[in-house]
């Protein structure tokens, strides 16, 4: 007699999610080897051409407007001001756009930088919440504070993509700190390639490093093992996730925190929408957009310019990060449906789009489940030695593997952790991920996924020490929502 048919249709389960996480996590090593290729390929281009001597040709850059939306940001405003005004380019401007703080935010800047009020018209319509008033500051010509109503991120940035004045701006968050010449770095691709239309870049988390004038002085790991571990994560994320989608020309997502964007495509596009996810959201529909009126594009991203970000410290505040993240994802997938399989949309639709929401999007509920199914019927004597052993193997040590390859590609191309205890830590971190942090991380997402379904809004809570708590001093954290 055959097998039982439950013990049938367990064992289909497992040989299923046996060949899922097989193909998922060889998925992510053909990423990685596209990405080493790429970084490569750019740092070689970067070398033969000097950022002073482009500097020197001043008249060939364009200029940027930076948009810095903040909502009770009181404890790390002045230093990302301070770090954005100290930015080595040409000619640029700084806009914070308060997003109705209930905090101490703007009287922090009004004090710190002596702001005025003035009368400034916009230069674009976009729809947004009323604006209470307009600041400049009498010693920093270039930057500018909106005062306005909340309404959110999305809102927040088309306030500012209103009032700019530059072709180019650059999004990035108010809890993040700029490396000096990220500007120099990200206007390369525009005038390489005359038809981009926007440009992502790296971050990083600065918690455990040391900061001093806006600036991070020392780059050091975080003494807190959950942000040691999303020190990993990113450097998988964006070093041979995005990296690698962006060599392929498949990019669908730029960091809210850290993007540049030409100004004329995204208002052409319509702005920002809100959205939980509204950095995806955008680059989204710039994809449809774009090939909808069959114009030349290109969006990219850039390795090397460094955007420096605090990353939770707390199981509740990250549980809620990734929870908000995968909302957003799958909120972009079904605004944009109609691009899902369709050839219309080249390899995005058939390809980029199809895997952030097989595996990425839903990617939590196979694997949870599993999990879950494998561990039951190992427990109930349905599953072979050979056979537990090679499940582990690449649902778990396999993804051990492509950490500790993110780490190689950057300690081979950046070297950004300069001594050999923190590599070590690192690679020890990147050992033990797999082994309960990325399952928790996976449960979080798959929580996000049943929030979704039931139409839960809003981005929580959100918890910040700040920047002058990088030394290890603490300092009462705020919580608010927003932008």
């Keep these: 007699m055959g097998p039982p048919i439950f013990e049938a249709v367990v064992h289909a389960w497992n040989y299923g999610s046996f060949f899922y996480f097989l193909i998922v996590n060889t998925s992510y090593l053909l990423l990685t080897v596209v990405s080493f290729f790429a970084v490569r390929n750019h740092l070689r281009r970067s070398s033969l051409v000097d950022e002073k001597l482009l500097f020197k040709y001043a008249a060939q850059l364009k200029p940027v407007s930076i948009l810095a939306p903040a909502y009770n940001e009181e404890l790390t405003v002045v230093d990302n001001i301070r770090s954005l005004l100290n930015l080595n380019y040409p000619l640029f401007e700084v806009i914070l756009i308060n997003d109705g703080s209930q905090d101490g935010t703007l009287a922090t800047l009004i004090e710190t930088y002596g702001l005025r009020r003035v009368e400034h018209a916009p230069a674009e319509t ?88 806006g600036q991070v002085v020392k780059v050091k790991l975080p003494r807190n093992p959950l942000a040691a571990f999303q020190v990993i994560e990113y450097l998988r994320a964006f070093l041979f996730g995005r990296v ?33 996810g509204e950095d995806m959201e955008l680059v989204v529909r710039l994809h449809r957009v774009m090939r909808d009126r069959g114009e030349p594009y290109h969006i990219g991203f850039a390795p090397e310019p460094v955007c420096w970000t605090e990353v939770p410290e707390s199981l509740g505040v990250l549980g809620r990060q990734r929870n908000r993240w995968s909302r957003g994802q799958l909120d972009t997938l079904r605004m944009h449906w109609r691009m899902l399989f369709n050839p219309r949309y080249g390899r995005i639709g058939l390809i980029a789009l199809p895997y952030a929401l097989l595996v ?4 939590a509920v196979v694997e949870i489940a599993g999990l879950i199914v494998f561990f039951a ?11 537990a052993a090679g499940f582990l193997a690449v ?25 050999l205890t923190s590599i070590l830590a690192l690679f020890g971190f990147g050992l033990v991920e797999s082994f309960g942090y990325h399952q928790l991380s996976t449960w979080w997402r798959l929580m996000g996924v049943v929030d979704f379904l039931r139409g839960k809004k809003g981005w929580g809570k959100i918890t910040r020490r700040g920047f002058a708590a990088r030394s290890g001093e603490e300092v009462t954290p705020k919580s608010g929502s927003g932008a």
């Design 244 to 276: 690698g989608w962006a060599a392929m020309g498949m990019l669908v997502v730029i960091s809210g925190a850290f993007g540049l964007f030409r100004r004329s495509a995204v208002v052409s596009a319509g702005g920002y929408r809100e959205t939980v």
């Design 395 to 419: 649902s778990i040590l396999y993804g051990s593997a492509l950490s500790l390859s993110a780490l190689l590609l950057e300690e081979l191309n950046f070297r950004r952790y300069p001594h």
């Design 126 to 213: 976009l729809p947004t919440q009323p604006i209470r008033a307009i600041y400049k500051s009498p010693h920093h010509a270039n930057l500018l504070v909106l005062d306005k109503e909340n309404g959110g991120k999305a809102d927040a940035l088309n306030a500012g993509i209103n009032f700019s004045r530059f072709p180019l701006f650059m999004a990035i968050d108010t809890d993040s700190l700029l490396e000096r010449d990220v500007l120099l770095k990200m206007v390369r691709p525009f005038l390489e390639r005359p038809e981009t239309v926007a440009i992502g870049g790296i971050v990083r988390a600065i918690n455990g490093c040391e900061v001093r004038d």
């Design 360 to 363: 990425e999007g839903l990617g």
């Design 377 to 387: 019927s190992w427990a109930m004597g349905f599953v072979t030695p050979s056979f």
